[in-house]
């Protein structure tokens, strides 16, 4: 019989095997015997040795390291949620509980959509791959829902706020100054920002030269009186080599504004405003300056799609509204054909 068969079979064996239930000992040892008579000795796990999240973690910052050009952004999130979820067995973390606590942190530290999503996204990634790896078998990730973006949102920064914010930067943070100007003057990315090298700047020519962007195409952008006064400020500090922003103390490359920025607008009393809209506000700014010098509305949107680094020039429409009353009128007659 079977059973019997498989009992010796299993005893004989010194190094004994679990098999679980009646079925699968059954389906072991018809495997055992196919590779009996292949001549093969394979070790069999049909129970998969617990694995918990943080192994898939781990997996996921190595991927990240290899591949993203998001590393260094993913490597505080990918700690802050080993510290939430590393612990946990990733088969048994269920959507609810995922959601559930991205929700609590996104409420307590009052996360943009796009910040949960990030978190998501991570999470989601990492158990991909431990899928690919044959660590878990599925991804609860993928049945938390996703937050809405409000990506039509179009918030400046109107000439008083821009005095109350320089005023708070000058007085505790006044080293951070060319940071700022940059930001309005180009309206670059942050990530691009302050991934900036010296190289990447053209002095002769007053442009950066951006090798690389969020949607993976080069951009070339023009640097005004204020950008080169930035620059320029900048590069008397150091020796022109290497990244472009760097600690004052230190001498590392600094990764974001946030340590200074998010303090600085609060303190100003400035409401509902973030990093992402200086760049609404270099768009508008351009937008004005280019209505006053008579630039066509049919080149001004290419232009500055380019400058800024979007898919399309149709995303630049956004700002219409909130330029000269000439502008809009020939968007108006643009859309009727």
Not at 61 to 72: C, D, E, G, H, V
Request: aromatic residues 8%; glycine residues 6%; hydrophobic residues 35%.
């Amino acid at each position: 019989m079977i059973c019997a068969d498989l009992f010796a079979d299993l005893i004989a064996d010194r190094h004994r095997e679990k098999a679980g239930t009646k079925s699968a000992a059954i389906k072991l040892y018809g495997k055992r015997k196919q590779q009996a008579l292949e001549g093969k000795k394979l070790p069999e796990l049909l129970r998969r040795p617990s694995v918990n999240f943080g192994q898939l973690l781990d997996d996921a910052l190595t991927y990240s390291k290899r591949n993203k050009r998001s590393y260094k952004t993913d490597v505080p999130r990918i700690a802050s949620l080993k510290q939430w979820f590393g612990s946990d067995s990733a088969e048994e973390l269920t959507p609810k509980e995922i959601e559930n606590v991205l929700a609590r942190t996104a409420e307590k530290e009052k996360w943009a959509p796009s910040t949960y999503n990030h978190y998501r996204s991570l999470m989601s990634l990492s158990y991909r791959l431990g899928i690919q790896n044959r660590k878990v078998s599925s991804n609860p990730a993928r049945s938390v829902t996703h937050r809405r973006e409000d990506n039509n949102r179009v918030r400046i920064l109107t000439e008083e706020e821009e005095k109350k914010l320089r005023k708070v930067i000058e007085a505790k943070w006044t080293s951070h100054i060319p940071e700022l100007d940059l930001a309005i003057n180009t309206g670059i990315r942050k990530g691009s920002q302050y991934s900036l090298t010296w190289d990447m700047v053209d002095w002769e020519g007053r442009m950066l030269d951006i090798p690389r962007t969020k949607n993976e195409e080069a951009i070339h952008v023009p640097l005004n009186d204020a950008a080169m006064a930035a620059l320029q400020v900048v590069r008397a500090r150091g020796d022109g080599k290497g990244r472009v922003f760097q600690s004052e103390k230190t001498g590392e490359p600094l990764e974001h504004g946030r340590h200074w920025f998010d303090d600085a607008v609060i303190e100003a009393g400035i409401k509902n405003f973030r990093w992402h809209d200086l760049r609404h506000t270099f768009a508008v700014e351009r937008i004005v300056d280019w209505y006053q010098k008579r630039v066509d509305i049919e080149l001004m949107l290419p232009r500055l799609a380019h400058y800024m680094g979007l898919f399309t020039h149709t995303i630049t429409e956004r700002y219409l509204p909130l330029a000269p009353e000439h502008f809009r009128k020939q968007l108006d007659r643009l859309s009727k054909g």
